[in-house]
Structure formats: structure tokens, C-alpha cells
């Protein structure tokens, strides 16, 4: 039987007459990294901060770890982390009195991984917030995150801003993180090569609505890109079925297509006479044919 970490069920928020989350019905199994993906002002963080009970629903409801999200026991709280972009610390205090303060909020703390992440930066404890760089903050604020060993770890574009190397140490630390037996994650970026790394599903957000919720591998297989020769009057393409991209270039045609299938390739077929090649995706490029898809098929 599977056993759900987070579970949405006609999740609305409403900000006056602007609606951020529409409708949201979602589980995320024990286990699972999730990626959350979206254009900028989709849901994402709202979405976020309704599961943590930080923002009341207009309508519907979420259970985290069992619990309703409006209503989260302190001891359930424990078995969350959360780490937001930006990373705000007390600028003033030395890293290990922040260790020693947040602590002090956990029953279960694992000094040992908390020293190994700080390592991994070349971090000394004595070391004040305000003397550290951005991705070094980061590093320390994820640290502190890990070092409670939550069950459930939510990440809001938490590498944003941090230059590639420090991000793929920032990375490496989650990374190990996931290793651990029972953790699920939710993670919310933009860096979509980071998402594809560590993510098992995906979910995208499209105004607030869920549009996508699958394995990863499932949506780069749906979104695939074809490409063949144009010999006279090209084909009307307009209409096609899923059709999110489409490029003619001379003699050259080029489509991105969602939900591409057998029916699908049937269709093609009959249009281009001599046949077409089809290109796979990476996560990033089929997200941004999908996101920012020119022909909206309702798919």
C-alpha cells in the first residue's frame, strides 16, 4: 500500500480576485523526489506555503505526513525541512550559534552531517553570516536544513543566484540527502539540469493549475521534437494535435509536439510523404517547448 507524504485535494488560493492555486489535486508518495516547475507567478510558492500552513486555502484541503496542513502538530513539524531562496540568517551570529540555536528546536539532530555539509564548502564554524558569500550562506542554511534529518525536505528554488560550481556542490549535499533511507523531497527551481539529476516525477504548474504529473522520463517521452524536408507547399500544420512549436525554415521543418503517440505518428506520416526524424529532449527543452508552447491544444 502506498503511503502518501503529500496529499492536495481541491487546494485553491485565492488573493482577493487573483486565484494562485486552482483546484489542486496531488499526492507524492513516501520516497519520491518531486520536481515543482512553472513560469514565474504559477503557484509555486504559494502551492509551498499552503502545504507547510503558512497561508490558509480559500477552499479545498492538504495532508503533510498525515496531518491536515492547516493544523500541523509541533512534533510533525520536527519531520519537516524547508529551505527558501534567499537564505535569510542571522547576519551578526558566528555559524555555530546558529548550529547551537536551531538545535535546540530538534530532538534528532545529526552533528556529524552538519559538519560534513560545512565541509564540503570549506566552512569554519567561527565564521560570521555577514563575512560569507551567497552560496556559502546557502550552504550553511542547507546544512542546518539537513542536519534535523526531516523526512519530508521542501526546497524553493533554494540555488538560485549561486554560481554553477557552488551550485553543483549545493547539489551533491542534497544529493546525499536523497540517499537517505524514506526521504521525500519536494523540489521547487528553475535550474531545470538540476531537477533532471535528482528528480524521479515532475509537476507543473500553469497559472495555478496543474497541468503535468508524471515520471520524468514519462514527459520527455511525451514531448518530442521531429524534424523533416519540405518539398513544395508545406503541409497545413497549424491544427496538428498537440502542435507546440513550429518552425519552416526553407526546405527545413521543425515541430515540438506534446503527447506524441502512435495515432500521432499515423498522422504525421500521412502529411510528409517521406517520412520525418524524430529528435528526444533533455527536461529543459522539453519544458520550455512545453511552457512556452505558441499553439494551446488543451493537452
Keep these: 500500500m502506498t503511503e502518501w507524504v503529500i496529499e492536495c485535494e481541491g487546494l485553491t488560493k485565492d488573493y482577493g480576485r487573483k486565484r494562485a492555486v486552482w483546484d489542486l ?23 509551498i506555503k499552503l502545504l507547510l500552513g503558512l497561508v490558509e486555502p480559500t477552499r479545498g484541503a ?14 510533525v513539524r520536527e519531520r519537516v525541512g524547508y529551505l527558501i531562496e534567499g537564505h535569510p540568517l542571522y547576519r551578526s551570529w ?12 530538534y530532538r534528532r539532530w545529526d552533528t556529524q552531517l552538519f559538519a560534513k555539509v560545512l565541509s564540503r564548502s570549506e566552512l ?4 560570521r553570516v555577514w563575512s560569507l558569500s ?12 539537513l542536519a534535523s534529518e526531516p523526512e519530508l525536505l521542501i526546497l524553493d528554488d533554494p540555488a538560485i543566484g549561486l554560481d554553477p560550481v557552488v551550485r553543483r556542490t ?16 519536494l523540489f521547487a ?24 504529473d508524471c515520471a520524468v522520463h514519462e514527459f520527455m517521452e511525451r514531448v518530442r ?48 510523404a517521406d517520412g520525418f526524424q524524430e529528435i528526444p529532449l533533455n527536461l529543459e527543452d522539453a519544458f520550455i517547448s512545453y511552457a512556452g508552447r505558441r499553439f494551446s491544444k488543451g493537452e
Design 25 to 47: 489535486n496531488l499526492r507524492v508518495p513516501k520516497g519520491c523526489v518531486t520536481g515543482l516547475l512553472g513560469r514565474n507567478g504559477c503557484g509555486k510558492t504559494t502551492t
Design 62 to 75: 492538504a495532508r503533510v505526513l498525515g496531518h491536515p496542513s492547516t493544523d500541523l502538530p509541533e512534533d
Design 94 to 105: 558566528r555559524i555555530r550559534q546558529l548550529e547551537s540555536f536551531t538545535r535546540a528546536f
Design 124 to 127: 569554519d564554524p567561527a565564521q
Design 134 to 145: 551567497r552560496g556559502q550562506r546557502g550552504m550553511v542554511a542547507l546544512a542546518l536544513v
Design 170 to 185: 549545493f547539489l551533491e549535499a542534497v544529493i546525499q540527502m536523497i540517499h537517505a533511507e524514506g526521504r521525500t523531497i
Design 189 to 212: 527551481s528553475h535550474h531545470l539540469a538540476d531537477v533532471d539529476r535528482v528528480a524521479d516525477r515532475i509537476v507543473i504548474l500553469e497559472k495555478g493549475v496543474l497541468r503535468v
Design 225 to 272: 521534437r521531429v524534424s523533416f524536408d519540405v518539398k513544395g507547399d508545406a503541409p497545413a500544420l497549424e491544427d496538428f494535435p498537440g502542435l507546440l512549436e513550429c518552425d519552416v525554415r526553407g526546405s527545413s521543418a521543425t515541430l515540438t509536439i506534446a503527447n506524441f503517440d502512435d495515432e500521432k505518428r499515423d498522422r504525421l506520416r500521412r502529411l510528409v
